[in-house]
């Protein structure tokens, strides 16, 4: 694979002027949760997840700060990919601080779902009926084949949800990297598998969100056929867990920049980062923070970590170009940066 390099410094450059030109990602700092931030041209705000509860408020003043950053004052849409308290545990804390237009989940036990809830949420967990609270009548479910309601060039697709993918194009071709794909795990029964799955796409770019989407689910994505299409920009899936990150999965999307949201001691696995290493596609693999239980081998180039301090804080922002014809990764609001042509 190419070299995985350090990047020049960078000059400090106004976030909503840069977001005039094209799309804006933030990678929020959640210390192992989970909290993604898209902002179109026309300042519309998606986030994806929000983090985990308690800690003070940590997770929400540290989106809000972003969300700041990027130059809005409210969320238009808030999507929880799944019901595990890292992903939307900070749902409650937000509400009391910025304005939420939509919610966007997979469902809720109450809407006659059946079957696609083995974690939660409980009607009697407290963060379910927070969640509730908030988005009191706004929330509206995502199937697989759904499309986020952007005012925008900007299109989201739902390519998975409740563990159901898009349907097969007609006259697809088979995907010749399946005859070589590992064996299935065992069926996971966890709400990991139920993961959202949204692409975002901005003319010549492609971003790849897929929640806590686990080993099974991802092959049904592109085995027997790709239903994803070559990818850009990728959220690393499931903090790094090795359990995702499927082997077939990834060569067959063939990222050129992988964003890690791990924790010091959450994610991050060793086997997942030599999967990484060893994609002849990824041009740069970014951590929020160095795994503190794997060896240095097992991390990526340390230049590319957003962070130094176990506390964290510090987000990794991308500005993709107008048509979309590239896009520039930089660390925390005005760190080192270094800019990559899309597919």
Request: aromatic share 6%; glycine share 12%.
């Amino acid at each position: 694979m190419a070299a995985w390099l350090g990047m020049a410094p960078s000059t400090p450059r106004s976030a909503a002027a840069e977001g005039e030109a094209g799309l804006q990602i933030y990678f929020v700092d959640v210390l192992g949760g989970a909290a993604t931030l898209v902002v179109t041209p026309e300042r519309e705000s998606v986030l994806i997840d929000s983090g985990w509860p308690g800690q003070g408020g940590r997770d929400p003043e540290r989106i809000v700060r972003a969300l700041k950053d990027a130059g809005c004052e409210r969320i238009d849409h808030l999507v929880v990919t799944h019901w595990h308290m890292d992903h939307f545990g900070g749902v409650a804390g937000l509400a009391e601080r910025v304005e939420i237009g939509r919610f966007w989940d997979r469902g809720l036990p109450e809407d006659g779902i059946g079957g696609v809830y083995p974690d939660g949420p409980k009607p009697d967990d407290p963060l379910g009926i927070a969640y509730r609270k908030a988005a009191n009548g706004r929330r509206s479910i995502l199937k697989a084949g759904d499309k986020l309601p952007l005012r925008s060039d900007v299109s989201a697709v739902v390519l998975a949800a409740s563990g159901e993918t898009i349907p097969t194009p007609a006259g697809a071709r088979p995907n010749a990297l399946c005859d070589s794909a590992p064996a299935d795990h065992e069926p996971d029964g966890s709400d990991n598998a139920q993961s959202i799955v949204l692409k975002f796409r901005l003319d010549d770019f492609d971003f790849l969100d897929c929640g806590d989407l686990t080993w099974n689910v991802e092959k049904k994505l592109v085995c027997p056929v790709d239903l994803v299409g070559a990818i850009d920009l990728f959220q690393v899936t499931h903090h790094g867990q090795d359990i995702s990150n499927h082997p077939t999965f990834l060569a067959t999307i063939a990222p050129t920049v992988a964003v890690m949201d791990n924790g010091p001691r959450k994610g991050g696995s060793a086997e997942t980062v030599r999967r990484f290493k060893a994609l002849p596609s990824v041009r740069a693999f970014y951590q929020l923070h160095r795994n503190a239980e794997t060896a240095d081998a097992d991390n990526g180039d340390p230049a590319l970590f957003a962070n130094a301090d176990p506390a964290g804080g510090r987000y990794i922002r991308v500005a993709v170009a107008a048509g979309g014809k590239s896009f520039t990764v930089r660390l925390g609001a005005d760190g080192p940066e270094r800019t990559f042509p899309s597919k």
